[in-house]
């Protein structure tokens, strides 16, 4: 491979240089900066064309290229792989980019905080189309938690609470799905030993792991529960019910990042399920829950559209409905039609919603009038032309004979392999409703005033119609050129047949129903039912209209389990009781292996106890807690160093503890982390936040080198990066604390407006505490947890993730409350100075450079003995 | 306050069961209450207004200050944009000192060597703030203070004369101020979450919010709120009633199916229950009513629109809210108070508690207040959690009594030392010299800065701030005036005529465009309110509805319409079905897209197209408006139009209908037996029309017909039916049709009165042009703000084609030369229209203008061309990215980029800037560029010796640029309470309004990018200065008359100032004093 071909890299790269130019201060460049920000994404269209139009050459393998070239050892490789699938997403992002990067260039003239914006934008382009090309498996991972996070942060208008609230709840729902990802993709390390796409495509279809939650319990496949979890992932990112909660939430942003979230982040689902394409199409029984979950949300978001009262609810309503459909035609087999529709739905959506507020605009041509429901009063004198029955039932006719037609021809004429798959008919269904639908309302418009307007609306629907199956049919087999490809997808995604018979015979009687009614309706008459039954529709539909307006009672809910569990975390905290709970349930870990402690040598035991209490472990850490919260000044943060003591004591045991002594630390480990999430949750003292935060992460940390038997070689980057991490927030709550003496969280508010340099550096430093991407400690844990011999999902492991996932709880949390709300006017604000942002920095460099050096081969040490062995063993039940 | 010691049951056993009187008393306290919240008229029609508009009866800062306690808006601007008016020069010093020296008073007092007056204090307080910093970061502060040593030096100095507060007398005190305040400063629910941090507010408020976004929508949700018939009440008290109660109120449906039917009779078991006591409804309900001032505002406007469909269909007021609102606090406030105080949720119980718990409460209202520090909080949390005990809260307050009142004294003197040391250097006094002072004497240093604190700072800053630019105003006037002497009387009729007259809207946007106008020719402009005196309900050609086009504050009588000229019957046809072809597709995509199950199909097949929009609007803008609308005239060609002046007969109309529906029944037949040999003939149709009208048919032979007797009895019916041709329907139609024009003499007061209004009674040019003015923005829900406010926030173009259609009636003219106005026989009228986006003008009705003054109309639209491109220059200086003043032709570019830009959020200022009313002649500002701020009618008082024609427009379009002024006022000061926020956000509601974001209140005022320019005002808020040239007597006269007008100018909500046409003095009017010479400070 020549160096010449690198070129698609600088697709990604020039948003990030709109990125950087756009966050350099005012004064240097003033506006041009965004106009640079312009040529920027055009350059990146330009080139994302040229790799389409070289990927489209027939028979081209597409080309893999590696960034950094790291051993194999290292799960996570720079790998991009161009395919036609990431040409066409990288045209369809870089242009919806560029059109709303544009867009916003007057949109959101003189907003302050507009660099900011821009800033995001461009670099949440940036990380999409890094996403689509990406060929590793957890490099794609990287992009998704970024995405999370940058998703939050375009919210933008962070004084306003509901705001930050929503930002909050969209930052948690995707986070949901970025641990059911993870989990996902340390199963799948586990399983195949390797996360680049295309080796383990290879290695996926060659092994057949079985796979089972319990001992005796039912046996999985090891694909199907890989493709589970990581579509748990991808039902966050696209709404799916029940994890589409955040996205009405996301509403409170500028419209512009609506277009940007509705036409780009959310397609994240779609794509993903097209990437793993031969992992889905090997998982039958994955790809008929993912279309059921498509189903359901297809449905259930039409149906909440149609009770909103305000544009933008109806439009994230709908668009919860389209990812529905586009999940559900993944559900089918039909990969590429999902990605023909979110490109369709992208470019629809982004300009309806660039355009929301033409609805007055509208409502001025043609206000609407109320339905009178007393027939005395006088009729509209518009409304007054006449209704033929022949020409209804022509177009009734026709209605339901025209599409059948349609999809016959043109698959019969193709020859497609859709004839025997159920998916064609579910389409067929679709388009079915579709064009009756469309010729009811011509006639209800009485356009057929005019036959040669109908005539030509009918033509017009036809051709489109048309146009678009053929067109659908190219795409597809442009997508996926290999033979047979499509047709075996398709042939997975079968249903039992008496399933689908059901859904056909069901759907088909709702639809003749609704016709019957439409056209008792358009004839001026009702249908009278027998008995009781009208009485019975009536209050369903009641019933119905009330959980639709509600959302399905799910915003309800959610908000009743988040007091609920705030109250029982509180009350936790407050009770002495938990604290003795706990230390009871360690020590009885600890009791049963006494004898292990109490043989071991002097040295050794002194080591380890000087270890548990320097870097922090339940019952023992009471010295770090104290070290970190009481002492004044700015030595906690020299003293949030203090694990590297117990570090280097334990990487220099003499010999490898026993592993029943592991298997209790093991134990003590997820106590702690159970225990200091729980306690950080409570907390409204940002120092013993940030101590507690500390706890937790130095647990993950004893939990690892307990399940590999004390094996540090892969837990060094990890250590020091919870260490800065820890360091760097006790440092920047310093500049806070002499500013305005040591508040409460809750007292403080609205630094995000009055102390902007500090935001920044804030949030970066939240961000690599809570171990998201680009910092060390998320390779570190990353690391950690791919060589903590894994290969089940075992209660330790959940626990883990779930502590990993509390982390970026509460540490955002604490963000959210330092910087978001309105800035209290009685405070005198002034932002960092010289001194304190460059330490900041020095941290945040510090924490960057772990995570690019930190790839340089690790050791395989020896540490894969047979004790580590017995440790999981004993660990699993 | 004495409470019963036992507690009220929640539900009284009368309930439901109240007295008629009772009722009535609810209703009057309802109207004292609702008074606070300001009438919302539908974006559709965006009215601006005041929002204080139920205050106008108090003073400016008095109703500033209530409405600050009610709805949370600040009434003037951060001191510190004054402060940077002060720098800039804007606001000059001495007139500062002007606004404050009513409060200074001759005291002095010494700071070290130096002795300071009161007056010097106050000064730099205003100037420089001098407040504490909050008391729980002040220790940080000071540490931080460079000199922090000298501050704790004189804290200590301070000792003896600043003791901190004696926080038991407060605990005392603090729950006695809440015990007196419930009910009255504050609601319920409030309470409940202040002190149980319960969050019940906020949940009320999201359950309203759904409601009222579900009923009082406008056609938007595809499946709307079913019941709605039964009013906000009983469709709310039907729904809620089956559904699960989203915010958590157990057997919630059983209770409001026990609801009494009628909304009073709920509302008050709802203030029964919780106890509120009568003297304390009409604050309690106020407080109620301003949680959502703008929903409450729609649905106070909807309750007085006795004639909106809408309302009538669909009933709703605020009596039917509030029964609503309050029915959820009361269920809420109860579940509180029983979970965490174990108390019943009612003012009685809630009251007895705090007495006997005195302590509690006290930690509480110090933790809702954000003064518990975390140690008591956590121990507070503690006591809640465990059992209730009084003695553990007794012991905490104790504790925390002990342990927070010296604390708090050593805040107090820290806090004071800092703000005497920022005073000594504001002041330049050694500071180290203060140590020597007395500090008996620096404590009435501190009392006098205490007497003037931070808050009550901007009413003094806006009298500096209005008197420069009222200075700098009448200065000009009065520059301009001691050309233009008034003459005894109206000149006779000169040998010259004007090239053109032209009368355009009094709106500040038209002050630059006359100016322009009078500059490039010998053009004479007269400004009088856009509606031209014409008060009609419009409906436009091919449109189902009518507007309203005159101010909001009136009604009408006549209605006109648009209707099709020109007699090109294939481009008539042409433009029919193409109109219908588009309304097909509309109506098409929009099926399409609300459903369940199409949606998905059609966006597959349909969404591509989307691109076309997508990347033209964003990309090549003006091409593609362009293209846009080239195509529609492709499709839908535009056809010559005119309007409907005259008023029918009802032979005419008789006849116009009948011949209407002979041609359905035609069409009809020929559709439903069309193969068939159908006789056609006139008497055939009109017996079949006579038949289905049900009209006398006579002893008249039927003609004979190829259908039979049954055949014929089902057509007849289905002509009733489906056809509409029935007596009801006809008879509407006639009702409606009768109702369009004017009569002869309509039409003559009509036209008497604007000539008279504006004073142009003689010396008619040969062309007089009358300019309406309307606005062309995209993707803009705020383009009815950029149209005529005296039109209702329509665009003006009616008014002008119907006025000039008037004038120029022979008959017309001839009575009115019989009452002294005599219009020559070659003048013309003609009517247009100014884009004030585009500052294009298009003129309407062309094809009547006589061949004679084809050269003078030629002339007027080449200058009005060119007069376009100079304002368009004009106007584009003011926009902050442009700045300097382009090229002609480059500004008219931008302006129409501008105006047809979908990312474009601020197409225009807009009235933006307005600051003066001039009621006057022309001669007075003829010649002055007044920047585009002034209001401008025209008034000569020698054609007014009754003082009719002032009074009208001092009622009249005076109040309309009051309002306008005060919208942009309080949208300026308060851009999130008042206004409504930055326009990124907003989000189209039930077609009527826009929140912000998916859920919030109904966003009321104007758009920051209306009004601000990035952190800076662009509209500098002033109450609005009225320049009146005519008699001091009879403007008191008028005032006299008029309650609304002796509010505006005794109130302070207008500042009026007269000229005296014939003395040439500028009057100053006081509330209290009256008249008094104007003070002129020259070359001060």
Redesign the interface.
């Known amino acids: 491979m020549t160096e010449s071909e690198y070129y698609p890299l600088l697709i990604p790269l020039a948003p990030l240089a709109a990125a950087l130019l756009t966050a350099l201060p005012r004064g240097l460049v003033g506006e041009m900066n965004y106009r640079l920000g312009v040529l920027c994404h055009v350059a990146a269209l330009a080139v994302s064309v040229q790799v389409l139009h070289v990927a489209t050459e027939p028979g081209r393998p597409a080309p893999d290229l590696h960034l950094f070239n790291p051993p194999l050892s290292d799960p996570l490789r720079f790998v991009f792989h161009i395919d036609r699938l990431a040409a066409v997403m990288m045209v369809v992002i870089a242009g919806i980019g560029t059109?709303i990067y544009?867009?916003?260039?007057?949109?959101?003239?003189?907003?302050?905080g507009r660099a900011r914006y821009h800033t995001l934008l461009a670099l949440t382009v940036s990380v999409l189309l890094c996403m689509v090309s990406s060929g590793n498996l957890l490099l794609l991972f990287l992009c998704w938690q970024l995405l999370s996070w940058l998703l939050s942060f375009l919210a933008y208008?962070h004084v306003?609470p509901?705001?930050a609230r929503?930002a909050f709840r969209t930052f948690a729902m995707l986070r949901v799905g970025d641990v059911a990802f993870l989990a996902g993709i340390v199963l799948a390390y586990g399983l195949y030993g390797t996360l680049d796409l295309q080796e383990l495509f290879a290695r996926a279809a060659r092994t057949q792991d079985t796979f089972s939650f319990w001992q005796g319990g039912p046996e999985l496949r090891g694909s199907t529960v890989v493709t589970l979890l990581i579509f748990v992932g991808a039902m966050s990112k696209s709404a799916q019910v029940p994890l589409h909660l955040w996205l009405?939430?996301s509403?409170?942003?500028?419209?512009?990042v609506h277009a940007l979230l509705h036409a780009g982040i959310i397609n994240a689902g779609g794509f993903l399920i097209n990437r793993l394409a031969p992992l889905y199409g090997a998982s039958p029984s994955t790809l008929h829950l993912v279309f059921a979950v498509g189903l359901c949300t297809?449905?259930l978001g039409?149906?909440m559209?149609?009770?909103?009262?305000?544009?933008?609810?109806?439009l994230?309503y709908?668009t919860i409905?389209?990812m529905g459909?586009m999940i559900m035609e993944c559900g089918l087999g039909a990969f590429a039609?999902a990605v023909?529709?979110l490109?369709?739905?992208?470019?629809?959506k982004?300009?309806?919603f660039?355009?929301?507020?033409?609805?007055?605009?509208?409502?001025?041509?043609?206000?609407?009038?109320?339905e009178?429901?007393d027939a005395s009063a006088?009729?509209?004198?518009?409304?007054?032309?006449?209704?033929?029955t022949v020409t209804w039932l022509t177009g009734f006719v026709t209605t339901l004979i025209l599409p059948l037609i349609i999809l016959l021809a043109a698959h019969g004429a193709l020859s497609l392999p859709m004839r025997d798959s159920q998916g064609a008919v579910i389409?067929l269904f679709?388009?079915w409703?579709?064009s009756s639908?469309?010729i009811?309302?011509?006639y209800?418009?009485r356009?057929i005033?005019?036959r040669?307007?109908a005539a030509?609306?009918l033509a017009t629907l036809v051709a489109?119609?048309l146009?678009?199956l053929l067109?659908?049919e190219a795409f597809t087999y442009f997508l996926y050129p290999a033979p047979g490809e499509v047709g075996f997808y398709f042939q997975a995604a079968a249903l039992p047949s008496w399933l689908f018979d059901g859904i056909v015979a069901v759907t088909s009687f709702f639809?003749i129903v609704g016709w019957m009614t439409l056209y008792a309706k358009s004839r001026?008459r009702t249908i009278s039912l027998p008995g009781r039954l009208p009485e019975r529709m009536g209050?369903l539909?009641?019933?119905l209209?009330?959980f639709?307006?509600?959302r399905l009672?799910l915003?309800?809910a959610a908000l009743?389990l988040d007091r609920t569990a705030t109250g029982f975390v509180?009350?936790l905290d407050?009770?002495r009781l938990f604290t003795a709970l706990a230390a009871a349930a360690a020590l009885t870990a600890l009791f049963g292996s006494l004898d292990a402690v109490l043989r071991l040598p002097p040295e050794t035991a002194w080591l380890l106890a000087f270890a548990v209490v320097t870097m922090p472990l339940f019952p023992f850490h009471g010295l770090y807690l104290a070290a970190l919260t009481r002492v004044p000044g700015t030595l906690p943060v020299a003293l949030a160093m203090l694990p590297a003591v117990g570090w280097t004591a334990l990487s220099s045991l003499p010999a490898g503890l026993p592993p029943e002594l592991w298997r209790a630390v093991g134990m003590l480990a997820l106590i702690s982390a159970v225990y200091g999430s729980l306690k950080a949750l409570a907390q409204?003292?940002v120092r013993r936040l940030i101590a507690y935060t500390g706890l937790v992460l130095f647990a993950l940390l004893w939990w690892h080198l307990a399940s590999s038997g004390g094996d540090t070689s892969h837990a060094t980057r990890y250590a020091s990066a919870a260490m800065l991490a820890t360091g760097g927030l006790l440092l920047a709550w310093h500049a806070v604390?002499?500013?305005?003496?040591n508040?409460?969280m809750d007292?403080i508010g609205g630094l995000a407006r009055t102390m902007p340099r500090f935001a920044l550096m804030l949030s970066l430093l939240a961000m690599a505490a809570a171990g998201l991407p680009p910092f060390g400690l998320f390779f570190g844990f990353i690391d950690m947890t791919l060589n903590s011999h894994v290969t089940a999902l075992t209660a330790g492991l959940v626990v883990v993730l779930l502590a990993w996932f509390g982390a970026s709880f509460y540490v955002f949390r604490m963000l959210q409350r330092l910087l978001f709300g309105p800035p209290?006017t009685?405070?005198?604000y002034n932002d960092l100075g010289r001194a304190e942002i460059a330490s900041l920095v020095i941290v945040l460099v510090a924490l960057i450079g772990l995570s690019i050096w930190g790839i340089e081969p690790s050791v395989q040490t020896a540490a894969l003995t047979h004790g580590s062995r017995t440790a999981m063993e004993l660990e699993s039940p | 306050m004495t409470a019963p010691v036992t507690t009220a049951p929640s539900t009284p056993p009368e309930r439901g069961r109240h007295t008629d009187t009772r009722r009535m008393h609810l209703r009057g306290l309802l109207l004292i209450a609702g008074e606070i919240v300001a009438t919302y008229w539908p974006?559709?029609t965006f009215v601006h207004h005041n929002p204080l508009h139920g205050l106008e009866d108090l003073p400016f800062d008095t109703a500033v200050r209530r409405a600050r306690q009610l709805l949370g808006g600040e009434g003037y601007l951060p001191n510190r944009v004054y402060r940077d008016y002060l720098l800039a020069g804007r606001i000059r010093p001495w007139e500062l000192d002007q606004a404050f020296a009513p409060l200074t008073q001759d005291k002095r007092a010494t700071l070290g060597a130096r002795p300071v007056t009161h007056a010097e204090v106050l000064r730099a307080h205003l100037l420089h703030g001098i407040?504490a910093?909050?008391e729980?970061?002040?220790?940080?502060?000071v540490?931080?203070h460079h000199d922090r040593d000298r501050i704790r030096e004189l804290a200590s100095h301070l000792a003896p004369v600043v003791a901190g507060p004696d926080v038991r007398d407060q605990m005392t005190a603090a729950v006695e101020a809440e015990r007196t305040g419930l009910g009255r400063t504050q609601t319920m629910a409030a309470w409940c979450d202040r002190l149980l941090a319960a969050d019940l507010t906020a949940r009320i408020d999201r359950e309203m919010i759904?409601w009222c976004?579900?009923f009082l929508?406008?056609?938007?949700?595809?499946?709307?709120?079913?019941?709605r018939?039964r009013g906000f009440f009983g469709a709310w008290r039907w729904?809620a009633a089956?559904?699960?109660s989203?915010?958590?109120i157990a057997d919630s449906r059983r209770k409001i199916a026990a609801l009494p039917e009628r909304p009073d009779d709920a509302l008050l078991d709802s203030l029964d229950a919780l106890a509120v006591p009568e003297a304390a409804w009409p604050d309690y309900l106020s407080r109620h009513l301003t949680a959502l001032p703008g929903w409450a505002g729609f649905i106070k406007w909807r309750s007085d629109q006795t004639d909106y469909?809408?309302q009538q269909?669909?009933p709703a007021d605020l009596l039917q809210y509030l029964a609503v609102r309050v029915w959820y606090e009361r269920e809420l406030v109860h579940k509180s108070c029983r979970k965490s105080l174990g108390i019943d949720g009612n003012l009685h119980a809630i009251a007895a508690d705090m007495s006997a718990q005195s302590h509690r409460y006290f930690l509480l209202r110090e933790r809702g207040n954000?003064h518990l520090p975390?140690a008591y909080?956590?121990a507070l949390?503690?006591l809640r959690?465990g059992r209730v005990s009084t003695d553990g809260y007794r012991q905490l307050a104790d504790r925390y009594a002990a342990e927070s009142g010296p604390r708090r004294e050593q805040t107090a003197r820290l806090a004071s030392a800092w703000r005497l040391l920022t005073l000594a250097r504001v002041l330049g006094i050694d500071p180290s010299s203060l140590i020597q002072t007395a500090p008996e004497e620096l404590r009435t240093v501190l009392g006098w800065l205490d007497a003037f604190p931070e808050t009550e700072h901007g009413p003094v800053w806006l009298r500096a701030f209005e008197s420069g630019y009222r200075q700098a105003l009448i200065q000009q006037l009065a520059g301009a005036q001691q050309a233009a002497p008034l003459p005894a009387s109206t000149p006779d009729a000169t040998t010259s005529r004007h090239q053109a007259q032209a009368a355009f809207c009094i709106d500040v946007r038209s002050e630059s465009f006359r100016r322009h106008l009078e500059a490039v020719g010998d053009y004479d402009t007269y400004g009088i309110a856009g509606f031209f005196t014409v008060f009609i309900r419009f409906r436009g050609l091919g449109?189902?509805?009518d507007t309203d086009q005159f101010p909001v504050i009136m009604k009408a009588k006549n209605s006109v319409r648009e209707v099709i000229r020109t007699y090109h019957s294939q481009l008539i046809s042409r433009h029919e079905?193409g109109s219908?072809?588009l309304?097909?597709?509309h109506?098409?995509l929009h099926?399409?897209?609300?459903?369940?199950?199409?949606?998905?199909?059609?966006?597959?097949?349909?969404?591509?197209f989307?691109?076309l929009?997508?990347?033209g609007?964003?990309?090549f803008t003006a091409w593609y408006q362009a293209w846009a609308a080239q195509l529609r005239r492709v499709f839908v060609p535009k056809v010559a139009t005119t309007v409907t002046v005259d008023k029918l007969t009802r032979v005419d109309v008789n006849e116009m209908l009948a011949a209407e529906q002979r041609s359905?029944i035609r069409?009809?037949l020929q559709?439903?037996f069309g193969d068939r040999h159908l006789n056609l003939s006139l008497d055939r149709l009109e017996f079949l029309r006579k038949k289905a009208l049900e009209e006398p048919l006579g002893n008249q032979q039927p003609p004979k017909g190829s259908l039979t007797l049954e055949e014929e009895t089902t057509f007849v019916i289905d002509l009733r039916?489906?056809?509409?041709i029935n007596p009801?329907?006809a008879f509407?139609?006639m009702e409606?049709i009768t109702r369009i024009g004017f009569t002869h003499a309509e039409q003559l007061f009509t036209v008497e009165t604007a000539l008279r209004l504006i004073g142009l009674t003689k010396n008619f040019a040969r062309l007089v042009l009358l300019c309406g003015h309307g606005s062309t923005s995209?993707?803009?829900?705020?383009?009815?703000a950029l149209d005529c406010g005296a039109c209702g926030g329509n665009s003006g173009r009616p008014n002008a084609r119907v006025l000039a259609a008037m004038a120029n009636r022979p008959l017309v003219r001839a009575e009115l030369a019989k009452k002294g106005i005599v219009i020559p026989q070659d003048t013309y009228f003609l009517a247009g229209q100014h884009d004030t986006t585009t500052d294009q003008v298009e003129l309407f009705d062309l094809e009547e203008i006589p061949h004679t003054h084809q050269k003078d109309l030629i002339r007027l639209i080449r200058d009005l061309e060119e007069v376009g491109r100079r304002n368009s220059r004009e106007r584009c200086r003011r926009f902050?990215?442009i700045g300097v003043a382009l090229s002609r032709a480059k500004a008219a570019r931008q302006t129409l980029r501008r105006s047809g830009?979908?990312?474009?959020?601020?197409p225009e200022w807009g009235l933006s800037g307005n600051s003066a009313f001039i009621i006057g002649r022309r001669e007075l500002t003829r010649g002055s560029d007044l920047n585009g701020r002034v209001f401008l009618h025209s008034y000569d008082c020698r054609e007014d010796q009754t003082g009719r024609l002032l009074e009208i427009i001092m009622t009249g379009p005076q109040v309309v640029g009051q309002w306008i002024n005060m919208e942009h006022y309080f949208s300026t000061v308060d851009t999130e309470v008042y206004g409504s926020g930055?326009?990124?956000?907003?989000?189209?509601?039930?077609?009527?309004g826009?929140?912000?974001?998916?859920?919030?209140d109904l966003r009321t005022g104007l758009a920051w990018?209306t009004v601000?320019?990035?952190?800076r005002p662009y509209h500098e808020p002033m109450r609005l200065l009225v320049v009146i040239e005519a008699p001091r007597e009879r403007i008191s006269q008028i005032i006299r008359r008029h309650r609304l007008l002796q509010h505006l100018y005794h109130g302070e909500w207008v500042r009026l100032v007269a000229l005296d046409p014939y003395e040439r003095m500028f009057y100053d009017y006081h509330p209290v004093t009256g008249w008094a010479p104007f003070p002129f400070e020259y070359g001060a």
């Open positions: 059109l544009l867009y916003s260039l007057r949109y959101m003239r003189q907003e302050s208008n306003h509901p705001t929503g009405p939430d509403l409170y942003a500028p419209t512009p297809a449905l039409a149906g559209m149609l009770t909103q009262n305000d544009i933008k609810k109806t994230g709908s409905g389209q459909y039609l023909f529709h490109i369709a739905h992208g470019l629809f982004a300009t309806i660039l355009n929301c507020g033409n609805v007055i605009h509208l409502a001025r041509q043609e206000p609407r009038r109320p009178r429901h006088p009729p509209d004198d518009n409304e007054g032309a006449g209704f033929s389409f679709f388009s409703v579709t639908q469309a009811l309302t011509l209800r418009v356009a005033a005019s040669k307007v030509l609306m489109v119609v146009t678009y067109a659908a639809v001026g209050r539909r009641i019933r209209y009330l639709l307006i509600n009672y915003d309800t009743a509180r009350r407050q009770s409204f003292r604390q002499v500013r305005f003496g508040l409460d007292r209290r009685d405070l005198l | 974006m559709r407040t910093p909050s729980d970061s002040l220790d940080a502060v540490v931080r759904k976004e579900a929508d406008e056609g938007h949700a595809a499946w709307s709120m079913p019941g018939e729904l089956q559904e699960r989203p915010c958590g469909e809408w269909i669909y954000g975390a909080a956590t949390d503690r959690y449109l189902h509805h079905a219908t072809l309304h097909a597709g109506a098409l099926d399409l897209k609300e459903n369940v199950v199409t949606p998905y199909v059609a966006v597959e097949s349909l969404g591509w989307y691109s929009p997508f990347i609007k964003t990309v359905i069409q009809a559709e439903q039916r489906t056809y509409r009801a329907d509407a139609r409606r995209d993707n803009n829900p705020f383009e009815a902050p990215e830009d979908w990312s474009e959020v601020r930055s326009k990124i956000y907003h989000n189209v509601v039930g077609r009527l826009v929140m912000s974001g998916p859920q919030s990018q601000m320019d990035g952190v």
